[in-house]
């Protein structure tokens, strides 16, 4: 059993290597969320229409993304992107963009069992109320359907947040990046990735404690 | 922009094609997501049922393990196998990657299988149990002959979902050079400078393989589900 040593791990590291790499990766974990809820909420939308050309577009798009890993998509996105735009944005912005791109697929098949599980008669009660469409969805269904929807969304939120460590496939500088430049320049590897762990189960834990406690809760309500 | 396929023709300057390369790491992605599902069936299966056994310690057990799988990113899973592991435990220094990668990729799925088992085992009604303890069987024998058959025909349908999963999630193994599609796409694009032909060949075949296991388990599906047992689907 190897020892381990801790005693390079002071503040001045924290606010040298951690916190900028933590703050990417809550940018970007922020950044994926709202974007992927507002076109998420779009694609299902479509998904649930009855126009042929809006779904069809729409639901290949969200079995695409949801079929292939995300890694691969991280990948295509930073390799097309310069293409589009004409010059390369770095890895922070690519990953911004992919991330909400992939993310909306994923909250897309949410919003969408959310949308379904807000029952048919309050629908045609909008509309016997006479309330149009984008009324009654927008006072109607959606606000139900985000409530019930929820903790499952934050819980999507969380593995978003882990997921970004995967923006080192193309280097971005997120928390485990952050970590590992500190294991590096140290030459102690091993307790950086430990502690990298540590960090992150926290966070993750947390979390996760905090949506089941919301789950309670709106579960009496309802 | 010209489509230039022949770029799978072109040598690799070792002695192969790219496609020969290309089918060699889609050998090994096939490879590691099989061996790392034995692992996480296997595991998976023992700790979700722990979990609805009535001791109190197992149950913690059962959860910690979830817990501890669970709220630690993939990569980073890996990373600790890779570097932590290895420096506390010196045996482990000889493990080549591609088994290092499979436990990581195993032991973290196989939280979700546990979580899978667990409902699956819950879903079944008490009277069950109880009607195994009545006619005299010990726990385990009411676990192996009662419990467990059920449960394990229950859990099919969101275990496919897992195992199409963790295809994709092998993916992550290009981090330790584990030699797979994802890091042939990676080191193709950059010495052949024809991403898109190498990417989509990449992404056509980690498409390809979830589909065929999508298959499979939809004939396992057929097989094994219990008649007249609501939830099964069609």
């Not at chain 2, 913690?60 to 990569?75: T, Y």
């Not at chain 2, 005299?136 to 676990?143: D, N």
Request: aromatic share 14%.
């Amino acid at each position: 059993m190897g020892s381990l040593d801790l005693s390079f791990f002071t503040w001045d590291l924290v606010t040298k290597f951690l916190i900028k790499g933590f703050l990417f990766s809550v940018e970007l974990t922020v950044v994926a969320m709202v974007g992927g809820i507002l076109i998420g909420t779009l694609l299902a939308l479509m998904r649930l229409s009855s126009h042929k050309w809006l779904i069809y577009p729409a639901t290949i798009y969200v079995n695409t993304m949801r079929s292939i890993p995300l890694v691969m998509v991280i990948l295509w996105f930073f390799l097309l992107i310069p293409f589009i735009t004409g010059r390369p944005l770095g890895a922070e912005w690519s990953a911004l963009i992919t991330f909400t791109a992939f993310e909306s697929a994923y909250y897309s098949e949410i919003m969408r069992a959310g949308i379904q599980s807000v029952s048919r008669g309050q629908v045609s009660a909008g509309y016997a109320m006479g309330f149009t469409y984008s009324q009654n969805m927008k006072l109607i269904v959606l606000p139900q359907a985000f409530r019930n929807m929820l903790p499952v969304l934050l819980t999507q939120t969380i593995i978003l947040f882990q997921d970004t460590s995967l923006v080192y496939a193309v280097g971005a500088y997120d928390l485990l990046k952050g970590f590992e430049t500190a294991g590096k320049n140290f030459n102690r590897p091993v307790e950086a990735y430990l502690l990298a762990a540590i960090v992150y189960f926290v966070i993750c834990f947390s979390l996760s404690f905090v949506v089941k406690k919301l789950q309670a809760k709106i579960a009496i309500v309802r | 922009m010209t489509w230039e396929w022949e770029v799978f023709l072109r040598d690799t300057g070792g002695d192969q094609t790219y496609l020969e390369w290309l089918m060699s790491a889609w050998g090994w992605t096939l490879a590691v997501a099989a061996c790392a599902w034995v692992v996480a069936f296997g595991l998976g299966a023992v700790v979700g049922t722990l979990r609805t056994t009535p001791n109190v310690w197992l149950v913690r057990f059962g959860n910690a393990w979830v817990e501890l799988f669970r709220n630690i990113p993939l990569l980073v899973q890996i990373f600790l196998w890779y570097h932590v592991i290895p420096a506390m435990i010196p045996v482990m220094k000889s493990l080549p990657s591609f088994v290092l990668v499979v436990l990581a990729l195993g032991f973290f799925t196989s939280a979700r299988v546990a979580e899978q088992v667990r409902a699956g085992i819950q879903s079944l009604s008490k009277g069950q149990r109880y009607a195994g303890l009545a006619m005299g069987l010990t726990l385990p024998q009411t676990y192996f002959h009662v419990l467990l058959p059920m449960a394990f025909r229950i859990v099919v349908p969101p275990l496919t979902s897992e195992a199409m999963n963790i295809i994709k999630n092998s993916s992550v193994a290009f981090a330790v050079s584990v030699a797979e599609l994802t890091m042939f796409a990676m080191q193709a694009q950059e010495e052949t400078s024809r991403g898109v032909e190498v990417y989509l060949a990449v992404t056509g075949l980690y498409i390809v393989t979830a589909m065929t296991i999508n298959r499979i388990m939809a004939y396992v599906e057929k097989r094994v589900r219990v008649p007249g047992y609501v939830g099964g689907g069609n």
